[in-house]
């Protein structure tokens, strides 16, 4: 009889993508083969990399090992070989390098400075657990606690690299880190209450899969909120202002992603380009319909006769798809250049969004602070860096949420980066500003202080 694991569908695929999209094999499971060391060592060892997972309640957390189970008596203690994950509301995170040792009644888990970090006892159904990791992963009751199930993957499929752990735990942390800063930000000198981000692009170049990524992450699961269009047909026919809440119920975030309708060679096909200079000086409403043949007139009824400094754009994101940037016909060319000279008149921030990215995995450093150099010397963005004449470090790359189901925390590193770096600009921007545009606002801020 075939034995199921108790992991959701949904949980498995956390932890498959968490281990970078690698398949598992359900090795062991205490109910069905055994509550002892020996029972789960007849089964685990000689298996190659596994994954123990504890079910506590509605916590689900265990460890990954790189190297195979040990045997009676031994451990594992190699720099960067194992972790520890906890997974909660299919949100999957890996908290801290572990090293494991087993004797005839416990698996003992322990953090790099030898500390006890959670010790499984099969034979009882108990963990024990510091205090410090329960409230990590939420988890309440005692110090030692009954778990409900204990089961072994086998996982398949691992990369064979020396780094590989620390990447994994690396990304996860860095992404949180992202997370904390962007929910952390606040415009320069608090002259606007949110940034407002323009995604300008040809059809299909992925504005709106980049307005669902954002929203997906801090969502914490995929959302499709703005429909998406194909390589042929702009499905954005209204200019919408998409806010970004920070989880279901959470507060709007300070950052404001607004969509257009896409760039056409034709004329007459696509954005108008008599709109631009609306929408950049925040005279266009949410949800205006475009008129490919017509722009916007202050006799429309939602017309925004006197915006402030709130209602302009802050930063432009010139949005393509890396896989055609080389193929820009001449025509579309100078209609960005178009665009390109509206932005400078405004002096609003300027940056370049590559998506559609395949191999976004290799695009950043092992730190993840920094694109790697191949990259940035890749064809794409030295012909966008002519043709624009914007900076090499605001070419920005990303690979949307387009088809994947799941999050991945790489490619959400790649799109966090990006939003902050979009941010950064629209602060250098608005400190740019001449005094008379800011002056009032500045003396208003200081006097609410």
């Given at each position: 009889?075939?034995v199921t694991t108790?992991?959701?569908?949904?949980?498995e695929?956390s932890?498959?993508?968490?281990?970078?999209?690698?398949?598992?094999?359900?090795?062991?499971?205490?109910?069905?083969?055994?509550?002892?060391?020996?029972?789960?060592l007849?089964?685990?060892?000689c298996?190659?990399?596994t994954?123990?997972?504890?079910?506590?309640g509605?916590?689900?957390?265990?460890?990954?090992?790189?190297?195979?189970?040990?045997?009676?008596?031994?451990?594992?203690?190699?720099?960067?070989?194992?972790?520890?994950?906890s997974?909660?509301?299919?949100?999957?995170?890996?908290?801290?390098?572990?090293s494991?040792?087993?004797t005839?009644?416990?698996?003992?888990?322990?953090?790099?400075?030898?500390?006890?970090w959670?010790?499984?006892?099969p034979?009882?159904?108990?963990?024990?657990?510091r205090?410090?990791?329960?409230?990590?992963?939420?988890?309440?009751?005692?110090?030692t606690?009954?778990?409900?199930?204990?089961?072994?993957?086998?996982?398949e499929?691992?990369?064979?690299?020396a780094?590989?752990?620390?990447?994994?735990t690396?990304?996860?942390?860095y992404?949180?880190?992202?997370?904390?800063?962007?929910?952390?930000?606040?415009?320069?000198?608090d002259?606007?209450?949110?940034?407002?981000?323009?995604?300008?692009?040809p059809?299909?170049?992925?504005?709106?899969?980049?307005?669902?990524?954002?929203?997906?992450?801090?969502q914490?699961?995929?959302?499709?909120?703005?429909?998406?269009?194909s390589?042929i047909?702009?499905?954005?026919?209204?200019y919408?202002?998409?806010?970004?809440?920070d989880?279901?119920?959470?507060?709007?975030?300070?950052?404001?992603?607004?969509?257009?309708?896409?760039?056409?060679?034709?004329?007459?096909?696509?954005?108008?380009?008599?709109?631009?200079?609306?929408?950049?000086?925040?005279?266009?409403?949410?949800?205006?319909?475009?008129?490919?043949?017509q722009?916007?007139?202050?006799?429309h009824?939602?017309?925004?006769?006197?915006?402030?400094l709130?209602?302009r754009?802050?930063?432009?994101?010139?949005?393509?798809d890396?896989?055609?940037?080389?193929?820009?016909?001449?025509?579309?060319?100078?209609?960005f250049?178009?665009?390109?000279?509206?932005?400078?008149n405004?002096?609003t921030a300027?940056?370049?969004?590559?998506?559609?990215?395949?191999?976004?995995?290799?695009?950043?450093e092992?730190?993840?602070?920094?694109?790697?150099?191949?990259m940035?010397?890749?064809?794409?963005?030295?012909?966008?860096?002519?043709?624009?004449?914007?900076?090499?470090?605001?070419?920005?790359?990303?690979?949307?949420?387009?088809?994947m189901?799941?999050?991945?925390?790489?490619?959400?590193?790649l799109?966090?980066?990006?939003?902050?770096?979009?941010?950064?600009?629209?602060?250098?921007?608005?400190?740019?500003?001449?005094?008379?545009?800011t002056?009032?606002?500045?003396?208003?801020?200081?006097?609410?202080?």
């Amino acid at each position: 009889m075939a034995v199921t694991t108790r992991l959701t569908w949904n949980e498995e695929k956390s932890l498959q993508k968490l281990l970078g999209n690698v398949s598992l094999s359900l090795l062991y499971q205490s109910s069905v083969h055994g509550c002892s060391i020996k029972d789960m060592l007849a089964r685990c060892s000689c298996q190659g990399s596994t994954i123990t997972v504890i079910y506590y309640g509605d916590i689900i957390f265990g460890a990954f090992l790189l190297d195979r189970y040990p045997k009676l008596g031994q451990g594992i203690r190699k720099k960067n070989s194992s972790f520890f994950f906890s997974l909660q509301n299919n949100k999957t995170i890996a908290l801290l390098n572990t090293s494991l040792k087993i004797t005839d009644e416990e698996l003992a888990f322990h953090s790099s400075d030898h500390k006890e970090w959670f010790v499984l006892v099969p034979n009882k159904r108990k963990v024990r657990m510091r205090h410090s990791l329960m409230t990590e992963i939420g988890m309440n009751g005692y110090y030692t606690s009954s778990y409900r199930e204990c089961e072994v993957f086998r996982v398949e499929g691992i990369k064979n690299e020396a780094n590989y752990v620390s990447r994994i735990t690396g990304a996860t942390e860095y992404r949180n880190m992202l997370l904390e800063d962007l929910r952390a930000y606040k415009p320069y000198a608090d002259l606007v209450s949110e940034i407002r981000i323009l995604l300008l692009g040809p059809v299909g170049s992925g504005k709106s899969s980049f307005f669902n990524s954002v929203k997906s992450i801090f969502q914490g699961h995929v959302t499709r909120q703005a429909t998406v269009g194909s390589d042929i047909t702009s499905i954005t026919e209204m200019y919408r202002i998409y806010s970004i809440k920070d989880g279901k119920e959470g507060k709007s975030l300070p950052f404001m992603l607004c969509d257009s309708m896409g760039l056409d060679e034709k004329d007459g096909v696509g954005l108008c380009m008599g709109d631009i200079p609306h929408i950049l000086k925040g005279c266009m409403p949410d949800r205006y319909q475009f008129n490919p043949h017509q722009p916007i007139t202050s006799r429309h009824p939602n017309f925004i006769i006197s915006p402030s400094l709130k209602n302009r754009i802050h930063c432009v994101a010139y949005v393509l798809d890396i896989n055609s940037v080389n193929d820009l016909s001449s025509k579309m060319v100078a209609k960005f250049k178009q665009v390109q000279k509206e932005v400078l008149n405004c002096g609003t921030a300027q940056v370049v969004l590559l998506t559609k990215v395949k191999n976004y995995h290799n695009v950043l450093e092992d730190n993840f602070l920094n694109m790697k150099t191949s990259m940035t010397a890749q064809s794409q963005i030295i012909n966008v860096h002519k043709m624009l004449n914007i900076p090499i470090s605001n070419i920005l790359m990303v690979e949307n949420y387009s088809s994947m189901w799941e999050l991945d925390p790489v490619k959400d590193i790649l799109i966090l980066s990006v939003l902050r770096q979009m941010l950064r600009a629209a602060d250098s921007s608005l400190e740019d500003l001449p005094h008379e545009e800011t002056g009032d606002i500045l003396g208003w801020s200081e006097l609410c202080k």
